[in-house]
């Protein structure tokens, strides 16, 4: 995948939520970024309040995207579904693939990132730490890369990810942690001229939790 593709599919990203597949059980959907995935404390508008207002039904999160990132999503419409599907999750039959824009070029061209990761609650952010303690988690995951390209007299490249974990910030925290934060990623490192953190849901599948059948959604 090129450096213009990505781009263009972080454009479109920026466009009003699109439903790809509804039933009585599920909800899968393309979350435009800049709006949260699960509503929070203070309230206002979220995925969980549109597609509420879409469906007439109670929606349950399973996963969540940052507010600033985008792509695709899976919301339960109820108890049981919500349920099998978290399982699933945790035990990791759930896979979710995501691109990212990074700064510079990994040292191989595949390869696998393991970490400990610890979770600043009073600052909303993660860091790799050394060794094991209290609220520190493991986070690992798999990456090709794409392409790689000079602008701006510096090297980007992107990069398909598969998650086998699901820590806060993990993409974007093990990528910087490497001395390559991801394009307009400013908490974590990034100084350029990118105005959307270049990450993407590109690909999620699972099991349907009631007749299950296999999903694939890109």
Same mark, same amino acid.
């Given at each position: 995948?090129?450096?213009?593709?990505?781009?263009?599919?972080?454009?479109?990203?920026?466009?009003?939520?699109?439903?790809?597949?509804?039933?009585?059980?599920?909800?899968?959907?393309?979350?435009?970024?800049?709006?949260?995935?699960?509503?929070?404390?203070?309230?206002?508008?979220?995925?969980?309040?549109?597609?509420?207002?879409?469906?007439?039904?109670?929606?349950?999160?399973?996963?969540?995207?940052? =507010?600033?990132?985008?792509?695709?999503?899976?919301?339960?419409?109820?108890?049981?579904?919500?349920?099998?599907?978290?399982?699933?999750?945790?035990?990791? =039959?759930?896979?979710?693939?995501?691109?990212?824009?990074?700064?510079?070029?990994?040292?191989?061209?595949?390869?696998?990132?393991?970490?400990?990761?610890?979770?600043?609650?009073?600052?909303?952010?993660?860091?790799?730490?050394?060794?094991?303690?209290?609220?520190?988690?493991?986070?690992?995951?798999?990456?090709?890369?794409?392409?790689?390209?000079?602008?701006?007299?510096?090297?980007?490249?992107?990069?398909?990810?598969?998650?086998?974990?699901?820590?806060?910030?993990?993409? =974007?925290?093990?990528?910087?942690?490497?001395?390559?934060?991801?394009?307009?990623?400013?908490?974590?490192?990034?100084?350029?001229?990118?105005?959307?953190?270049?990450?993407?849901?590109? =690909?999620?599948?699972?099991?349907?939790?009631?007749?299950?059948?296999?999903?694939?959604?890109?």
């Amino acid at each position: 995948m090129s450096f213009h593709t990505f781009n263009n599919i972080i454009q479109k990203g920026t466009n009003n939520m699109n439903i790809l597949f509804e039933d009585n059980d599920i909800i899968v959907c393309i979350k435009p970024c800049g709006i949260l995935s699960q509503t929070d404390s203070k309230g206002g508008e979220s995925m969980i309040s549109l597609l509420e207002e879409h469906s007439g039904n109670t929606v349950y999160p399973l996963h969540r995207l940052d =507010r600033d990132v985008g792509g695709v999503m899976v919301y339960a419409k109820n108890k049981i579904s919500a349920s099998i599907l978290s399982q699933d999750i945790a035990e990791q =039959r759930f896979k979710k693939e995501y691109l990212a824009l990074v700064h510079g070029t990994p040292e191989t061209k595949n390869g696998e990132m393991k970490d400990l990761l610890f979770k600043d609650s009073s600052k909303n952010k993660s860091f790799v730490v050394k060794r094991e303690r209290r609220g520190v988690k493991k986070a690992s995951l798999e990456y090709e890369t794409l392409n790689s390209k000079t602008f701006e007299n510096e090297v980007y490249s992107v990069v398909r990810i598969l998650l086998h974990t699901g820590r806060t910030h993990q993409i =974007r925290v093990q990528f910087s942690s490497r001395k390559m934060p991801l394009a307009g990623d400013r908490k974590y490192g990034a100084n350029d001229s990118f105005k959307q953190i270049g990450l993407w849901s590109y =690909r999620i599948s699972f099991n349907h939790p009631k007749t299950k059948e296999e999903f694939v959604f890109s």
